[in-house]
């Protein structure tokens, strides 16, 4: 049964994120990731997508499918540059890699404006601050008042994470490896449209576009069966080279 890493983003943890991914189990071995920080761990004073995907690397097996969405498709794409060996595909969800495409007018504004808005932390309260977060983002959740308890945990990560805007994706050593990626978006917002788009370009990646869902396109019903045939089709073309 192949295995699939699935490397939650910002704010909610593993369960939350992947939650329309649970059919899955069937047919794949999903590991769901809680990152450092997140329920049902404890707090963390920082946040640094280099050290998640350390810890993300050190998990990997042989042939392992690696999956990220938004900081944990930063942290994928960094896990699996150092470990290419390991990865038998990888698949990002609109990672917030800015540093991609900062040449788009769009990629540098969002850019700007996550770099603020994280500086914002240190005097917004936690509520307004993963308000303003989930704007940028082009999120449509309206998170409840007073916030939930793992929610609110999940908000003071958010206020301690290092910017993602700071990430230096080595888009080389990742085209020149040989297993199969894809990148997946959601036609919501320009930033990661260009974002996406250039890690489509630089990578050879496979690119599928799924409206309707905003940031969080894994919860698009057809995101399942478009993974599932990825990560066949990358399974059967190792088989066969190896």
Not at 75 to 82: E, Q, T
Not at 117 to 142: H, K, M, N
Not at 201 to 207: S, W
């Amino acid at each position: 049964m192949e295995r699939l890493i699935l490397v939650h983003g910002s704010v909610v943890g593993g369960r939350a994120t992947w939650h329309a991914q649970l059919p899955l189990t069937g047919r794949f071995e999903l590991v769901v990731l809680d990152r450092p920080g997140f329920p049902p761990n404890p707090p963390v004073e920082r946040v640094d997508f280099e050290e998640d995907a350390q810890l993300v690397s050190g998990l990997l097996e042989p042939g392992d499918h690696l999956v990220g969405h938004s900081y944990g498709g930063v942290i994928s794409l960094l896990a699996a540059a150092s470990s290419p060996e390991l990865v038998r595909s990888l698949t990002v969800i609109e990672p917030p890699a800015t540093r991609v495409a900062l040449d788009e007018p769009t990629v540098a504004e969002f850019a700007a404006g996550g770099e603020a808005l994280y500086a914002s932390a240190q005097i917004d309260d936690i509520e307004a601050l993963l308000q303003r977060f989930l704007g940028a983002v082009g999120s449509t959740f309206v998170p409840p008042s007073p916030l939930p308890p793992d929610l609110e945990q999940g908000a003071r990560v958010l206020a301690v994470e290092r910017g993602p805007w700071e990430a230096e994706i080595p888009l080389d050593v990742l085209a020149e490896a040989r297993f199969p990626k894809l990148v997946v978006s959601g036609a919501h917002h320009p930033a990661f449209d260009a974002i996406c788009d250039a890690l489509e370009r630089e990578l050879h990646a496979e690119r599928v576009v799924l409206p309707g869902y905003g940031h969080a396109a894994q919860r698009h019903p057809d995101f399942n069966a478009r993974l599932t045939d990825f990560v066949e089709r990358a399974t059967q073309s190792t088989s066969q080279t190896g």
